[in-house]
C-alpha cells in the first residue's frame, strides 16, 4: 500500500461533528459581539440579493435567510431561470429544464436522464447543486443515471462561470448549476401557505401532480412538507426512430439476411427500420416526500430536511443486428453502427430499466456575527442511494452508494468596496457496485478543499475579482489494490469596468485541475445501460486547463445586450474515445488522455419595442457555439452545434403570450465513429394567464412545444442514433398558491 505525504485523519462521521460542533459554539460568541441590531445576511432595510429584494421593512418583522450569492462578482456570467419560466419548463430533468439557456444543452439520454451541458463540458468538469451542495447521486458518474431533482420546492436555478466557480470545486472548469431550494424555509411566514400544481403534456402522456405547505409554529419556527408524483408513458416522436445513417447500415444487414435466405429475420429487420411514432422503453415514473423544519431568528438560523425520491425510468435501447462487413461506407466501424451478431446473447437485446431511490437528510444553517465578518454559513447533506438496473426482469448491475457533503462559508462584512467569502468543504462517497456485470470495483473517494473568493472595488467603475482553491482527492479500491491521490491547485482573476451608461467590460483567466474520477480511472466491463464497454485507465493524472472569456454587456431600460467569448486550453483532457474495437458485441469506449482545446461564444440581445398602460411588446434573441478538438484525435465527441433562437413576448393585463423559434445547425464535427446529426428547426409558443391578477393565487399555462411535430437528434447525447427529441407536446398547467 503506498503511502502519502497529506492523508485525511478523520473520518466523515468526525468531520459531520466537528462542524456541527462548531456551529454550536460560535453563537455563544458572536452574541459577545453582536451589535444591538444585527444585520443580516444578505438583508437589512431594502436589501437586495442579485435576485431581488428579499426584505423590507414591514409593521411585522419577517424574518428571511439569504442564500449563497451564486453571481458573487461581476465576472460570473449567470444566467438565471426561476418564476413562471421555471414552472413552465418544469421537466423530470434538470437538464431539460435548463436546456435552451445561453451555453446549456442536455445530454439528453433518456427522457428519464438528463444532465446539463455547459460549454461542451459535461459529467465530472461540472458541478449540478442544490444550495451549494451537490446532488449526491450518481448523474455525474454515467450519463444514464437520472439526476436527483424535483423542481417543486426550488425557487430559481443559477448558472454561473468564472471565479465564483471555485468556491464549488476546481473540477467545474465548465461551470456550475445551483438551485436555491426552500425544503429548508428561508422565513417564517404569517400564516399558513400552500401551493399546489398539476400539469399534462400530450408527447408522453405525462402527469403531474404537486404540492407543498409550510406551516409557522410561533414566531420563529416553521414546518414544510412537500409531495410529489409524475409519471409518463413512451415518448412520441416526429418521424423515424432510428437516424438515416443507422436505417441505411440495417437495410443493408437485412439485404445480407435475405441472401444468406433468412428471409424472416430480414422481414423483421426491416419493419423495424421502418419503426416511427414512439420510442421504444422512454416511460418512467417518480415521487418525492419531503420535509423540513427551521428555525429563523435575528441573530441567524438553523434547519433540517429529509427527502425520498424513487423513480424508475427506460433506457432506449440500440437495434442488434448482423452487419455484413463489407461495404465500405461502414464497415469497421464497431460503434454506433451496432456490428452485433446473433450468434448468442447479447447484452441489450432485453430492455433495460433503472429503478433509483435515494433517502436524503440536509442542513442549512447560518450565524450573524457582525464585526468584520458579516456571517458564517454551514450546509451538510448526507444521502444514501440505491441504483438498480434490469435487463428485461432479471435484475442486474446494482450502485448502492453512501455520501456525505459539507461545506462552511465565512462571509466577510463589505468594508471599503471589499468583499469576499472563505471557507471549507469535505466530501466523502462510498460506492458498492454489485452484479454480474459491474463496470467499475467498489470505491472510496474522499475529497477535502479550502477556498476563498474576494471582490474589489477600486473606484470610477473598476472591478477586481479574484479566487484560490485547493483540494486533495483520495480514491481508493481495495479489490483492486488501488489507492491514490491528487493534490490539486486552481485559481482565478479577473476585471471589469462599468461605466455610468449601462456599458461593462470584463475579463478573467482561469487554472483548473481536476483528480480523474473513480470511473475513469477503474471502469472495466460492459455497462448495460449505456450499451458499451467502458474503460478505464489507473495511470490517468491531474487533469489541467488554462482558460478565459471576455464579455462586453449593455443595459438600458428597453435594450438589455450581453456577448460573451470563452477559450480553455487542456494539457491532458480526458475523454471516452470509441475505439472502433468491440467486446461482447458492445463497441468500445476507452478513457484517454488528449491536449484539447474548447472555445466558444454566447449571445444574448432583448428588446423592449413597445410598451402601453397595462402591457408591453418586447423581442429576444440568443445564440451559442462550441468549437472542441482533441489534438491528434479530431473533433471532441458529443459536442453542442450552433445554436440560434429568436423570441417574442406580449403581454396584456394578466395574460402573457411568448412565440419563439430555435434552429439548431447540423452538427458534423463528431468524435470518432459517431455519426453527424442533421439540422432542424423548433417552433414553441406558450400563454400564461393570472385569472386573479398579476400577484393572484392563480397560474394557468397552455404550451405547444416542436408544434410542426419536427425530428430532431441532440448531437451531445450517447443515444442521439435511436432516441430523437420529442414530438410535438401540447402542454397544460395549473398552479394554485394558497
Not at 414553441?684 to 410542426?708: I, Q, S, Y
Amino acid at each position: 500500500m503506498s503511502t502519502y505525504p497529506f492523508r485525511f485523519a478523520f473520518a466523515p462521521r468526525a468531520m459531520s461533528a466537528s462542524l456541527l460542533a462548531l456551529a454550536c459554539v460560535l453563537p455563544q460568541i458572536a452574541l459577545a459581539e453582536t451589535p444591538d441590531e444585527p444585520a443580516q445576511a444578505g438583508a437589512g432595510t431594502g436589501a437586495t440579493t442579485p435576485h431581488g429584494k428579499v426584505h423590507e421593512e414591514t409593521p411585522k418583522e419577517i424574518l428571511v435567510v439569504g442564500h449563497p450569492p451564486t453571481d458573487f462578482g461581476l465576472l460570473a456570467a449567470t444566467a438565471s431561470i426561476g418564476g413562471d419560466e421555471l414552472v413552465a419548463a418544469d421537466r423530470a430533468q434538470i437538464g431539460d429544464i435548463l436546456d435552451g439557456l445561453p451555453g446549456v444543452a442536455s445530454t439528453s439520454f433518456a427522457p428519464g436522464a438528463s444532465r446539463p451541458i455547459l460549454r461542451g463540458f459535461s459529467g465530472d468538469r461540472i458541478r449540478v447543486m442544490t444550495d451549494g451542495l451537490g446532488s449526491l447521486d450518481a448523474s455525474n458518474v454515467s450519463v444514464d443515471h437520472a439526476v436527483v431533482f424535483d423542481a417543486l420546492t426550488i425557487d430559481h436555478i443559477d448558472v454561473f462561470h468564472g471565479p465564483s466557480v471555485l468556491l464549488y470545486g476546481g473540477n467545474a472548469i465548465g461551470g456550475a448549476v445551483n438551485a436555491i431550494d426552500t425544503r429548508i424555509p428561508r422565513q417564517v411566514p404569517e400564516r399558513i401557505t400552500a401551493t399546489g400544481m398539476g400539469s399534462y403534456g400530450t408527447a408522453a402522456d405525462e402527469r403531474l401532480l404537486s404540492g407543498k405547505i409550510d406551516i409557522p409554529l410561533g414566531e420563529r419556527f416553521v414546518a414544510h412538507i412537500d409531495g410529489s408524483w409524475r409519471k409518463s408513458d413512451d415518448l412520441r416522436i416526429g418521424g423515424n426512430l432510428y437516424s438515416p445513417t443507422l436505417r441505411h447500415e440495417m437495410e443493408h444487414a437485412a439485404e445480407h439476411l435475405a441472401e444468406e435466405g433468412e428471409t424472416d429475420e430480414a422481414n423483421e429487420l426491416l419493419a423495424d427500420v421502418a419503426r416511427r411514432g414512439r420510442a421504444p422503453n422512454t416511460a418512467a415514473r417518480s415521487y418525492t416526500i419531503g420535509a423540513g423544519l427551521a428555525f429563523i431568528d435575528a441573530g441567524g438560523s438553523l434547519g433540517i430536511s429529509y427527502q425520498r425520491y424513487d423513480s424508475r425510468y427506460g433506457i432506449p435501447g440500440r437495434p442488434f443486428f448482423e452487419n455484413p462487413h463489407g461495404d465500405d461506407d461502414h464497415d469497421d466501424h464497431g460503434h454506433d453502427d451496432h456490428d452485433h451478431e446473433e450468434d448468442g446473447h447479447h447484452h441489450g437485446e432485453e430492455p433495460v430499466t433503472i429503478d433509483l431511490v435515494q433517502n436524503r437528510f440536509d442542513l442549512r444553517g447560518e450565524l450573524i456575527l457582525g464585526g468584520l465578518f458579516q456571517s458564517l454559513q454551514l450546509r451538510g447533506g448526507y444521502s444514501d442511494y440505491t441504483h438498480t438496473e434490469y435487463e428485461g426482469t432479471e435484475t442486474g448491475t446494482i450502485f448502492d452508494s453512501q455520501a456525505i457533503e459539507t461545506r462552511t462559508d465565512l462571509v466577510q462584512a463589505e468594508r471599503g468596496g471589499w468583499r469576499g467569502r472563505s471557507g471549507a468543504q469535505y466530501f466523502w462517497r462510498k460506492m458498492n457496485v454489485n452484479g454480474p456485470e459491474a463496470v467499475v470495483p467498489d470505491y472510496q473517494i474522499e475529497r477535502f478543499g479550502l477556498f476563498t473568493l474576494q471582490s474589489l472595488a477600486l473606484g470610477s467603475g473598476f472591478t477586481i475579482d479574484g479566487s484560490g482553491r485547493y483540494e486533495s482527492s483520495h480514491v481508493s479500491s481495495r479489490s483492486m489494490d488501488f489507492d491514490k491521490q491528487f493534490h490539486l491547485w486552481s485559481g482565478a482573476a479577473g476585471m471589469s469596468w462599468k461605466s455610468g451608461t449601462g456599458l461593462t467590460l470584463g475579463a478573467n483567466l482561469i487554472h483548473g485541475e481536476r483528480a480523474p474520477s473513480p470511473e475513469e480511472l477503474l471502469s472495466d466491463g460492459i455497462h448495460v445501460a449505456t450499451q458499451a464497454y467502458e474503460l478505464g485507465d489507473r495511470r490517468l493524472g491531474t487533469e489541467r486547463s488554462n482558460g478565459g472569456e471576455a464579455f462586453i454587456r449593455y443595459s438600458s431600460p428597453r435594450l438589455e445586450l450581453s456577448l460573451t467569448g470563452y477559450i480553455t486550453d487542456f494539457d491532458n483532457y480526458i475523454a471516452s474515445v470509441a475505439t472502433g474495437g468491440e467486446e461482447d458485441g458492445q463497441p468500445i469506449y476507452q478513457y484517454a488522455e488528449a491536449a484539447a482545446l474548447f472555445k466558444g461564444f454566447e449571445a444574448q440581445a432583448s428588446f423592449q419595442a413597445a410598451q402601453w398602460s397595462d402591457g408591453q411588446w418586447s423581442i429576444d434573441a440568443t445564440s451559442d457555439y462550441t468549437h472542441a478538438s482533441l489534438d491528434d484525435i479530431g473533433p471532441a465527441p458529443r459536442i453542442p452545434p450552433l445554436r440560434l433562437r429568436g423570441g417574442s413576448d406580449l403581454t396584456f393585463g394578466d395574460l402573457h403570450l411568448r412565440g419563439e423559434v430555435e434552429w439548431n445547425a447540423k452538427q458534423d464535427r463528431v468524435g470518432t465513429y459517431e455519426n453527424t446529426t442533421d439540422d432542424f428547426t423548433l417552433v414553441n409558443l406558450r400563454a400564461d394567464w393570472h385569472p386573479m391578477g398579476e400577484r393572484g393565487p392563480v397560474t394557468l399555462m397552455l404550451a405547444a412545444n416542436n408544434l410542426f411535430d419536427v425530428i430532431g437528434r441532440r448531437s451531445a447525447s450517447y443515444t442521439s442514433d435511436f432516441m430523437p427529441i420529442s414530438g410535438r407536446d401540447v402542454r397544460i398547467t395549473a398552479k394554485i398558491t394558497y
